[in-house]
């Protein structure tokens, strides 16, 4: 029997686009700010709310009330107990917090992805290549280790000055 590949998110662009996410594997969505991404998160947790699929979401940006709110704005009409299928993170972690507290939930939980808004609030300290390469590594470490996609968010370099973002220009690509 083939190993799977490609898990679906039940979003039908990414879907039909991509895939869905890698089977056991990092995705990052990258752009520049105020594009969308930390909504796109949401419509992809979401979605697999929708379908009876639990999802983790990291957020220090958004407490969990606050997020379950949005999403009711992004899929309007979600059920309570489609809302109790994507499980919150919205206390400071950063990194290696992130990837502990991630392992202990997909060991109680059947998750079907990872959601992390966002690459450089995981970093507690200086942003620089090794701190960058750091979350990188542990984050697709997280998705091999569960078996569960990880979906990440970042930002693109200070070099993109506007366009079709290429993979080049996410922040810290080559370590991507």
């Not at 499980?87 to 997909?106: G, I, K, M, Q, S």
């Not at 990188?136 to 970042?154: D, E, F, I, R, W």
Request: glycine share 10%.
């Amino acid at each position: 029997i083939p190993e799977t590949v490609w898990v679906p998110s039940f979003y039908e662009p990414i879907d039909n686009n991509v895939g869905g996410y890698p089977a056991a594997g990092l995705m990052i969505i990258g752009g520049p700010a105020k594009l969308g991404k930390t909504t796109l998160l949401l419509k992809l947790l979401a979605c697999s709310a929708k379908e009876g699929k639990k999802s983790l979401f990291f957020s220090r940006e958004m407490k969990a009330g606050m997020a379950k709110l949005r999403l009711n704005t992004i899929v309007p009409g979600m059920k309570r107990t489609e809302l109790e299928n994507i499980l919150v993170v919205d206390r400071p972690v950063f990194t290696d917090e992130v990837y502990v507290t991630a392992v202990r939930a997909a060991a109680e939980h059947q998750l079907h992805f990872i959601g992390v808004d966002y690459a450089t609030k995981l970093i507690d300290g200086q942003i620089s290549v090794e701190t960058m390469g750091h979350v990188y590594k542990s984050m697709s470490q997280l998705a091999n280790v569960t078996g569960v996609p990880v979906v990440l968010l970042s930002g693109v370099s200070r070099g993109y000055v506007g366009g079709e973002p290429m993979v080049n220009h996410l922040y810290f690509s080559g370590l991507a």
